[in-house]
């Protein structure tokens, strides 16, 4: 419980602290999806000019047949690779957030327990049933967090577990349709 200004200017730094972080967090991941993005675009500039020039120096149906279609493999490889940067990138933010709220619930969990255990000292007789129910109650609120949390992990690892079979679902009808036409336009 905050008893003192020196208690209460600590609190204050401390949530001072943890919105730093998560700022932080917020802004590096922000970095890391800009410079993806740039050297997306950067990669699609280099490989439309080869493209181009490709597809201009074609002679006959058959060649341009041959040179359209190495251009799907390559471009869905590099679509799923982005793809799961992005994945990687929006992952990682979201367990450093979920560590910074984990860390501010269980400082939040102390003070309140610290404050209840001092009004249970300062209580007038007879209020011990009041403080038990607050003690219970906190208790329940601490379960059902603890609960969702876990629930929540388990929801992501399954998202995680659906985004990376869905992956590998559309590499595979990818390479299925990309390689029979490649081998008939050869």
Do not use: C, W
């Not at 419980?1 to 401390?14: L, R």
């Not at 999806?33 to 439309?48: F, G, Q, R, T």
């Not at 009041?130 to 992990?153: E, P, Q, R």
């Amino acid at each position: 419980m905050m008893t003192t200004p020196a208690q209460f200017a600590e609190f204050q730094k401390s949530q001072f602290d943890a919105m730093f972080a998560m700022s932080h967090t917020m802004f590096e991941a922000t970095e890391k999806l800009v410079d993806l993005n740039l050297a997306a675009a950067k990669a699609i500039l280099e490989e439309s000019a080869e493209r181009a020039q490709a597809l201009m120096s074609v002679k006959d149906v058959q060649e341009l047949l041959a040179v359209s279609s190495s251009f799907a493999q390559p471009a869905l490889d590099k679509l799923i690779s982005y793809n799961r940067n992005v994945y990687g990138i929006a992952s990682s933010a979201g367990a450093d957030m979920t560590k910074l709220f984990e860390t501010q619930i269980a400082q939040s969990n102390k003070q309140i327990a610290e404050m209840i255990e001092l009004a249970a000292k300062n209580a007038p007789t007879g209020a011990e049933p009041a403080v038990s129910m607050v003690k219970s109650a906190l208790a329940a609120a601490n379960t059902a967090y603890d609960t969702f949390s876990k629930v929540t992990k388990q929801a992501a690892e399954m998202a995680e577990q659906n985004f990376s079979a869905a992956t590998e679902a559309t590499v595979k009808a990818a390479n299925d349709v990309v390689k029979p036409k490649a081998r008939k336009a050869a």
